[in-house]
């Protein structure tokens, strides 16, 4: 049997991560540049959870040292270098297209979830991702109502960047898999975070940032929103998701994501909403109907 609060707290991790943008527009015109604000989410974070693990529970601050390598794959690949590729990927291409690109990753994950934890790829499963990956090509405006949107400037160099942020980015769900099997979602959340805020850390200007903080009180709301509220909290919720859910399924879910940035895309920022865009929603919440749909013949474990 499916478990709907796992869903829920994927749901809800997904819409979160929607709606980061709001912060880091505000936090790179505020002058903070992405490792900085990457960096000190993640120290941050892994901090902030340390310091409840020593005042609650010390046995969940112990890992065992053969393991470490399981958490440094996941903070410096599944988010530090996914966050420098996929930044730069922005830089190469569209936005959309870039978008679009990194959600290529759900794909990844069924095969190598597949390979790794012998899960199996079911034709629903197939049927959902072709779903949810063609509702977000739309819903992020990579295709129009007259075809591929114009005025791409996709090169080979843009679409290899993109795919390969998609890569770095299945990572987090592919070893948190296995990272669960050995540990609280807690202890999962707080190691992986300070292994990226120790990776991207040779690349941030500590003096900068506490200028920055320095000038302005919104600053520091800004950054402890981003890194409580806008990722503690929702890694915690998908970590924590992952117990009761297959890598695989988990990841069409995460396609709430684009659609709630469109979404906030349209109320704060006024983007326009395009008819192909609608489509585009409404292709996403499908796909979420027929990832758990039932099948009478179907394994209820499968």
């Known amino acids: 049997m499916v478990n709907k609060t796992s869903q829920l707290l994927v749901v809800f991790a997904a819409a979160c991560w929607g ?21 000190s989410r993640g120290l941050i974070v892994s901090l902030c ?9 010390r046995e969940k601050m112990k890992i065992k040292m053969r393991d470490i390598w399981i958490f440094a794959v996941m903070g410096g690949v599944g988010i530090a270098l996914y966050n420098v590729i996929y930044f730069r990927t922005m830089q190469m291409i569209t936005l959309s297209a870039a978008s679009a690109l990194l959600y290529t990753s759900p794909f990844m994950v069924t095969v190598l979830s597949a390979l790794i934890f012998k899960d199996k790829i079911t034709t629903q499963k197939t049927a959902a991702l072709l779903i949810a990956f063609s509702g977000c090509v739309m819903a992020v405006g990579l295709i129009g109502a007259g075809g591929v949107a114009a005025g791409g400037d996709i090169n080979t160099s843009g679409i290899l960047f993109g795919l390969a942020s998609a890569l770095c980015f299945s990572q987090y769900t592919i070893f948190g898999k296995l990272a669960l099997q050995k540990y609280n979602a807690f202890t999962v959340t707080a190691y992986t975070f300070g292994m990226a805020g120790v990776v991207l850390t040779p690349f941030c200007d500590g003096g900068h940032i506490i200028m920055l903080m320095g000038e302005s009180s919104l600053n520091v709301l800004y950054l402890l929103t981003f890194a409580l509220l806008m990722t503690l909290v929702p890694f915690v919720c998908y970590t924590k998701g992952l117990e009761k859910l297959e890598a695989s399924r988990a990841m069409v879910i995460l396609f709430v994501e684009p659609l709630t940035s469109t979404i906030v895309g349209r109320i704060v920022y006024g983007e326009a909403l395009t008819r192909v865009k609608i489509v585009g929603i409404a292709f996403i919440f499908l796909s979420l109907i027929v990832l758990n749909l039932r099948s009478p013949r179907a394994n209820p474990k499968a």
């Open 19 to 39: 709606m980061l943008g709001l912060f880091t527009r505000q936090m790179a015109a505020a002058g903070f540049t992405f490792a900085e604000m990457s960096a």
């Open 49 to 57: 959870l340390f310091v409840f693990f020593f005042i609650t529970d």
